[in-house]
């Protein structure tokens, strides 16, 4: 399945009530080759109005976080969530709401094949990491899965709650950032591939 073809699935989804009560389908943003996928947990109320994720306070916080370690939405990174139907009044996902939604989040990982994906507070995590995940405990400590790199950190909603959890927010930023470079590094080493009448040849440089 292509992004369009994932889209428009998406766009016409009722597969849980959720797709009852949005204004738009808050579907994702970013580079879609991007190298690191950051999931939230599903749309806010500024989100669900303009279809796009963490475009609140939170948004303006986590576009923040990203430039500390010389990220951007724009150009290297995927940002989406578990659901991505607005839960009312702000609630966490339910369970059966997070199973339904789950399979396009798969779907756009496979399309997008990050290195890393980075799970933005508890409701990412103990989809995508570990049912009883704690983020307090857990946070900044890498997970290897299916081929994956993956680490839980605050949500910038709690470090808007509580300031006292950026310091530790900012230590697993710098960890993100040195995992990052060491994963593109090795991209860089691995010698060009050519094809020569269906062999692959190395190339010099
Ligand atoms: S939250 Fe996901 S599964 Fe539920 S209606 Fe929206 S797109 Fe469909």
Redesign the pocket.
Known sequence: MDWECLRAI?ED????P??QG?TN?VFGVGNPRAEILFVGEGPGEQEDLRGEPFVGKAGILLDKMLACIGLSRKENVYIANI???RPPHNRDPLPE?RT??LP?LREQTRLIRPKIIICLGKVAATTLIDPNFSIMRSHGVWYERKGFWMMATFHPAALLRNENLKRDAYQDLLRIREKYEELTAETKKEPPVAETDGKKEETEK
Do not use: D, I, S, T
């Open positions: 998406c989804c009722h597969r849980c959720l797709g949005r389908l659901v991505k139907c709401e339904a939604c396009y």
